[in-house]
């Protein structure tokens, strides 16, 4: 019995989480996928017409404007947030006095809500109240900072409320990466008289490569499924100028009452997922059959 | 075991709920009113509907202008057990009705005569395929353009008749520095100015067959261009700070004398009485250049349910909603007016009047047209459509043709 107990008692364990697994996430991601290729308006209906939503979708503008906007946002947040999460690592490496607190300091923008994050943002760079305003209070009357209410220039807003809230934790992976380097090749350089910068150019940098891998993973997904910092801080507008793919989706499921368009605007979502994990998950679990 | 003696209770308890003689009236209504005076306007078909000996369930879902309450409609109805009544309006109705889920209540509307108390095109939303299954609660009236008085008198501008006369107007107070025109830019108020400008310019029959009909020729044609221009001209009349701004922040720079015109349906009205202002000296109130009346009516869509109790409840739910004081009261509350015609309408303002003398008389010219940046005229893939364009073209520098060409093909595309 014991032994029984014994072999089965892990599979036992996990396979309520298992099974709740399986049909929350991969059965309601088979469901989506048979609803997009139906004709679902106000409720899901289940004959299936083809691929008649996907034309739809790719027809519209307001999905181009979204996945044009999903393309600069991510790229932008992506590589500022990386950019300067590890500038601020490093600076911190450097054995200073109050590393803790200000490390808590850098970190907190995490614990916020992105809601909290964007109303924030929305107050500042509102060009009646934030920062163009206490400029030209300041004296200079020319001054203009109105990228909020600028169709062409919102969706940069967001990159900047969503960087301020991402690099600290960016900051955090990266310490601890640079706390991960062996201590002893870094002694052996400085004894050959290398200096600092080539130290971390040739030698803690690109030991981190793993680190860099998964801040890109986290980030790359935050910035797909991004939809409650752009709701705060712009609701989509100016016009449908900051719309991303959450908040299209979102639009087409509950106010329009177009579910076909919807499903078939989450699949596109999930392929845009999948083209970034899915490498990511091949050289890993490449790596680890090696 | 226990499935054997839950079977056995449900059926003592529905036996003992058949055989009393009278049974209890019970409803359960979803709605979203739940700001202040419209919590207050409900409180009073809640009071009438116990005073009748019923027994009322109240489920409040706030958030999202009823985006939330629709959420909760869905998972109710696919759940197979659907509230009494909910607060639904204009095509949402038939298309609910579509998915043969909605209830007829013409035993009421016909003994209580609807067909007369109606004006025809209001009473055509509360009808699915011949038999009535909602009830109308009030008429907001869409088209109207507030204005403050003294920054009127001022600068010697009269309430502007056409679109023209309101051009020049914004124009004067914008050289004397005054906002012309106190808008947010959110997607549906763009879209309420849109609507009032279509039916200036091209008249009610236009305004049929542009946003009603979507017929191709129309929404391509000249005059919807001339729309566009004139949506060019207004995004000049509107102040830097505009996008995101909520409509009754917008009200607030008419009564503080920071903007001339508002251009927003009549629950801006609320937000001026609330300040203290009195309609006709402190602030105007007037039809949107042009002929014609949009309106945007409330409505409760009765859904199918099941057992006595429930039928008797929604019945009564029905009389009351139509009845004259509950018209009367809800409305004072919210700024609106009764959808029922021969409502005594002495405590009401005159803004109130003057719609309801407007809608009378539209109604027999045939110009009482459904608002479709309110939900009434089309459903919500095609009214979505139409919006992304205009709102689209407002916050950028489309020309007028190349939004009338995204308009046609986005119509195409949403059907």
Redesign the interface.
């Known amino acids: 019995m014991t032994v029984w107990l014994e072999r089965h008692l892990p599979k036992m364990v996990l396979a309520p989480s298992f099974i709740a697994i399986l049909i929350f996430v991969y059965g309601f991601i088979a469901w989506t996928a048979w609803v997009s290729l139906t004709r679902s308006r106000l409720l899901p209906r289940y004959d299936i017409e083809g691929l008649i939503q996907y034309e739809r979708l790719f027809a519209a503008p307001r999905w181009d404007t979204a996945m044009n906007n999903l393309f600069i946002f991510g790229t932008l947040f992506i590589l500022i947030s990386m950019a300067l999460g590890l500038l601020l690592a490093i600076l911190l490496d450097q054995k200073i006095r109050t590393e803790g607190a200000i490390r808590t300091i850098y970190l907190y923008p995490m614990a916020l809500s992105m809601i909290v994050t964007g109303t924030a943002w929305k107050w500042m760079l509102n060009p009646g109240l934030g920062v163009e305003a206490m400029v030209r209070r300041w004296g200079f009357e020319d001054f203009t900072f109105d990228w909020l209410v600028n169709p062409d220039m919102a969706i940069y807003t967001v990159v900047i409320a969503g960087v301020w809230q991402s690099s600290g934790f960016v900051m955090a992976l990266f310490l601890a990466g640079l706390r991960s380097v062996d201590e002893e090749i870094i002694k052996a350089a400085q004894v050959d008289g290398i200096p600092t910068f080539r130290i971390y150019t040739a030698i803690i940098i690109p030991s981190m490569a793993p680190i860099f891998l998964s801040a890109f993973i986290v980030l790359s997904h935050l910035a797909i499924k991004s939809f409650d910092l752009v709701i705060a801080l712009t609701g989509g507008g100016p016009g449908n100028a900051t719309d991303l793919p959450a908040t299209y989706m979102y639009a087409m499921a509950f106010s329009r009452g177009d579910i076909g368009q919807a499903a078939s605007s989450a699949m596109v979502m999930m392929a845009v997922v999948f083209a970034i994990v899915v490498p990511y998950l091949y050289s890993e679990l490449r790596a680890k059959n090696d | 075991m226990i499935k054997k003696s839950v079977l056995a209770v449900t059926t003592a308890l529905s036996l003992t709920a058949t055989n009393a003689v009278f049974a209890t009236p019970e409803v359960e209504v979803l709605h979203w009113w739940t700001s202040g005076g419209e919590a207050k306007s409900v409180g009073v078909l809640k009071d009438e509907f116990a005073s009748r000996g019923g027994e009322w369930t109240d489920m409040p879902v706030a958030g999202?202008g009823g985006?939330a309450a629709?959420?909760a409609l869905?998972a109710r109805?696919?759940s197979g057990n659907a509230p009494t009544a909910v607060q639904l309006k204009g095509p949402?109705i038939q298309?609910?009705y579509e998915?043969g889920v909605l209830s007829d209540i013409s035993a009421v509307a016909e003994k209580e005569n609807w067909d007369d108390l109606l004006p025809e095109s209001i009473a055509s939303h509360m009808k699915c395929e011949g038999t009535w299954c909602a009830a109308p609660v009030n008429v907001h009236r869409v088209d109207w353009i507030w204005a403050n008085a003294a920054v009127l008198a001022e600068h010697d501008i009269e309430m502007p008749t056409t679109w023209a006369e309101f051009n020049l107007a914004a124009e004067k107070l914008q050289a004397a520095g005054v906002t012309p025109l106190a808008h947010g830019?959110?997607?549906w108020q763009?879209a309420t100015v849109f609507e009032t400008v279509v039916l200036g310019l091209g008249g009610p029959e236009f305004f049929q067959q542009a946003l009603v009909d979507l017929d191709e020729a129309a929404l391509t044609s000249d005059t919807m261009v001339q729309v566009f221009d004139q949506m060019r001209i207004m995004r000049g009349f509107v102040d830097?700070?505009?996008?995101?701004r909520d409509w009754n922040l917008a009200t607030a720079m008419v009564i503080n004398g920071e903007a001339g015109f508002q251009i927003m349906g009549d629950w801006a009205k609320g937000e001026f009485l609330a300040a203290g202002k009195t309609p006709g000296t402190d602030f105007l109130c007037a039809s949107t250049p042009g002929d014609g009346f949009l309106y945007n009516v409330d409505s409760f869509a009765m859904f199918d349910v099941r057992g006595s109790d429930k039928e008797e409840g929604q019945m009564l739910l029905a009389e009351l909603i139509m009845g004259q004081n509950f018209q009367k009261v809800f409305n004072l509350n919210k700024g609106s007016i009764p959808a029922r015609t021969d409502v005594a309408l002495d405590d009401f303002d005159s803004c109130a009047l003057t719609s309801s003398n407007e809608m009378a008389a539209s109604a027999e010219g045939g110009s009482l047209l459904p608002s479709y940046a309110h939900g009434m005229a089309l459903?919500?893939?095609q009214s979505?459509a139409i919006t992304?364009v205009v709102?689209?073209h407002?916050?950028?520098d489309m020309s007028s043709q190349d939004a009338v060409q995204?308009l046609a093909?986005?119509v195409k595309?949403?059907m």
């Not at chain 2, 830097?240 to 995101?244: E, H, I, K, R, S």
């Open positions: 999202g985006d629709m959420t869905r109805v696919l949402a298309e609910w998915e830019g959110q997607a763009d830097d700070n505009f996008p995101g459903r919500g893939a979505g992304d709102t689209a407002f916050n950028s995204m093909t986005a595309n949403s």
